[in-house]
C-alpha cells in the first residue's frame, strides 16, 4: 500500500506513477449517455440554471461587508424576480441551485420558484468549499442542505451542484450514498455521463458544466484586489450564441450557469433573452430543467 502522506511531501515530478493514476482515477467519466433526438423531435437540449449563492457569497470566507452583503441582495430583491419574470414570458423553466442559507434567508423565493415548475438543487450550506472540509463536515452538510431544502419547499432535490464547483474526494460518495439522481459541477464531456468512483460505475450522472459558460468569470470583480475581469455583453453573447450553435448542430446539450447578482442587471439580462430568442428562431430546441435533461438523457440513450 503506497504511502499517501510521504507522497504528498515530494514535488509532483517525484510523485510515483501509481500516486498519480491514483489521483486521476478517483472520479472519472464513464458511460456516455446521447440521445438520438430530444423530445418532440428536438436537436438540442438547451438547460438554464442559476446559482442563488446571494448573501453566502460573503458569509462563507467568514466576510462581514455590508457592502458586499448587499450585493447578495440584489440578486434576490432584483435578480430573481426579473429571471422570472423573463422566463415566464418566454415559458421556459430553468434550474435553480440553493445554498441552504440562501433558501432559509429567502424561503418565499424558494417556494414561487417551485410553483411555477422551476427546479430547486442543492448548492451547498453557506456556499462552503467541499475540498477543504472533513469527510464528516461534508457528509452532515450535504445532508443537512438536502433537508433544508425540502423542509423549505416541500420538494426533495434530486441533483446538486457543489459551490463553485469544487470537488473533494469523498464528494461523489456522499452524492451517493444520498440517492441523488445528478450532479451538476464537473467537466469531463459536453453530454451527460455516468460518474465513477476509483473506477466503479456510481449511479449519479452528470449534466456537465464549463467556466466558458459561466457568466461570473467574464463578470465578476473584487474592489481591493485589483480584480477586474470585464468583457462587454454583447461578446458573452457571442460565446454563449457559438455554444449554443454547435450544441445544435452536434444535437447534444447547451448548458448555461449564472448567477442573479451578476446575470441581473439591466445591462446584462438582455443575453438571456436574446439566447431563448435564437434558440426558439432556430427550432427544434427542447428547455429543460436540468433533471428533466439528465433523466431523458439517461432513459433514451442511444
Known amino acids: 500500500m503506497p504511502d499517501t502522506h510521504a507522497a504528498e511531501q515530494l514535488e509532483p515530478w517525484q510523485w510515483s506513477e501509481e500516486h498519480w493514476r491514483k489521483l486521476v482515477k478517483q472520479v472519472r467519466a464513464g458511460k456516455r449517455y446521447r440521445p438520438d433526438a430530444w423530445p418532440g423531435g428536438a436537436r438540442c437540449a438547451m438547460a438554464l440554471s442559476f446559482d442563488s449563492d446571494h448573501e453566502t457569497n460573503e458569509l462563507r470566507d467568514g466576510g462581514k461587508s455590508i457592502g458586499r452583503l448587499c450585493w447578495g441582495e440584489y440578486g434576490s430583491r432584483v435578480g430573481v424576480p426579473r429571471i422570472r419574470a423573463l422566463l415566464e414570458r418566454h415559458d421556459v423553466k430553468a434550474t435553480f441551485y440553493v445554498p441552504a442559507v440562501s433558501a432559509l434567508l429567502h424561503p418565499e423565493e424558494q417556494r414561487a420558484l417551485i410553483a411555477e415548475g422551476h427546479e430547486i438543487g442543492i448548492h451547498g450550506w453557506i456556499h462552503e468549499l467541499n475540498s477543504v472540509l472533513p469527510y464528516e463536515a461534508e457528509r452532515d452538510l450535504m445532508l443537512r ?97 457559438r455554444e449554443l450553435d454547435a450544441a445544435w448542430d452536434e444535437g447534444g446539450i447547451f448548458q448555461l450557469t449564472m448567477h442573479p447578482h451578476i446575470i441581473g442587471y439591466r445591462s446584462r439580462i438582455w443575453i438571456v433573452d436574446e439566447l431563448i430568442r435564437h434558440a426558439k428562431a432556430k427550432g427544434k430546441v427542447w428547455f429543460a430543467t436540468h433533471e428533466q435533461v439528465a433523466r431523458y438523457a439517461k432513459e433514451h440513450a442511444a
Open 145 to 241: 442542505s438536502a433537508d433544508t431544502l425540502e423542509k423549505v419547499t416541500g420538494k426533495r432535490a434530486v441533483g446538486m451542484r457543489t459551490p463553485s464547483w469544487d470537488f473533494s474526494p469523498n464528494t461523489l460518495a456522499i452524492e451517493k450514498e444520498m440517492g441523488l439522481f445528478y450532479d451538476s459541477s464537473l467537466m469531463a464531456d459536453e453530454d451527460c455521463y455516468e460518474l465513477l468512483l476509483h473506477g466503479e460505475p456510481t449511479g449519479v450522472l452528470e449534466l456537465p458544466v464549463e467556466w466558458v459558460r459561466d457568466d461570473a468569470v467574464y463578470f465578476s470583480m473584487h474592489r481591493f484586489s485589483s480584480l477586474r475581469p470585464y468583457t462587454p455583453p454583447t461578446d458573452v453573447l457571442e460565446t454563449f450564441r
